[in-house]
């Protein structure tokens, strides 16, 4: 049974640093990518980040590019999200996710009915 499970969200100001992990346990289904999706109450669950496994080609949706990074460590069966410049905005749980595996890797989806296993989440505050 696939565990994934989240963690390092919190409190910070805006223009702050925070990072995220997702460590993955058990077994996993078959899968391309791993992707970094946020939601908050009365919006759809919106992706954030993606990372193509192998290979590491990554995609970002457009509000993050350039303040996130999504990484992985293979050795550790573990994804990050490195989140800086944080803005009010950015407030969510966020949550980590393999996708189904329908594209082969070839399409960096971030979209969440492309997805199947998630984790719990965790909450990102960003205010002052």
């Known amino acids: 049974q696939l565990q994934l499970v989240e963690s390092g969200g919190g409190l910070v100001q805006p223009g702050g640093s925070l990072r995220l992990s997702c460590v993955a346990s058990?077994?996993?289904?078959?899968?391309?990518?791993i992707g970094w999706f946020r939601q908050t109450p009365g919006k759809e669950r919106e992706g954030v980040a993606c990372?193509?496994?192998?290979?590491?080609?990554?995609n970002y949706a457009d509000s993050v590019k350039g303040r996130f990074t999504i990484s992985r460590d293979s050795a550790k069966n573990a994804v990050y999200l490195q989140m800086n410049s944080l803005k009010p905005e950015d407030t969510g749980v966020y949550y980590c996710a393999l996708d189904r595996g329908l594209y082969g890797g070839l399409y960096l989806s971030l979209h969440s009915d492309d997805f199947g296993s998630w984790g719990q989440g965790t909450q990102v505050t960003v205010s002052s």
């Open positions: 990372i193509k496994v192998p290979g590491g080609n990554t």
């Open positions: 058990g077994v996993a289904p078959d899968y391309d990518l």
